[in-house]
């Protein structure tokens, strides 16, 4: 199991610009059950990187474990460090989605951005992946296929 250093640490500084060797893992003490763990990040906040202005989210990050799982602290500390980070919504969604399959390696994962809107317009990009050879692999496929076939009526944001 790797040493947690950051929860319950009273001095975490937040980091302000994109850093994603602050996740940390720890043991998935059920490995050979498949279940979904999903986080709901309501304050997702990063940069446009042409004007500079602020994009403000809600992620849903959810992901079926193998063998390691993301600490909370840890992904809030992670999340918050986009901040300051200059990027297109797409690309913020894939480089989360990346940086926590090189993390854990786990069975499946998604991550969807619904960004509120600017200029009339909200994105809400969505990402997943299943890891190659498994069963998984065919379920990130049809969820993709299949993804928001019903989308809500938005007039929440």
């Not at 950051?6 to 059920?30: A, K």
């Not at 460090?81 to 090189?102: A, Q, V, Y």
């Amino acid at each position: 199991m790797s040493k947690l250093s950051l929860l319950g640490d009273q001095s975490v500084r937040y980091l302000t610009d994109y850093s994603p060797h602050i996740l940390e893992t720890f043991e998935n003490r059920h490995p050979d059950n498949n279940y979904f763990v999903k986080f709901n990040c309501p304050e997702f906040t990063s940069l446009c990187p042409i004007t500079g202005q602020p994009d403000f989210a809600t992620l849903y990050i959810s992901y079926v474990p193998d063998t390691k799982m993301v600490e909370s602290k840890s992904l809030k500390l992670y999340l918050f460090s986009f901040r300051n980070h200059g990027d297109f919504h797409e690309d913020c969604i894939n480089i989360i989605m990346k940086d926590l399959i090189k993390l854990m390696d786990p069975k499946y994962i998604e991550v969807w951005g619904k960004f509120t809107p600017r200029g009339g317009i909200s994105i809400d990009p969505y990402a997943n992946y299943g890891k190659s050879g498994t069963k998984w692999h065919d379920v990130a496929f049809n969820r993709l296929a299949n993804h928001d076939l019903y989308p809500e009526k938005v007039d929440n944001r």
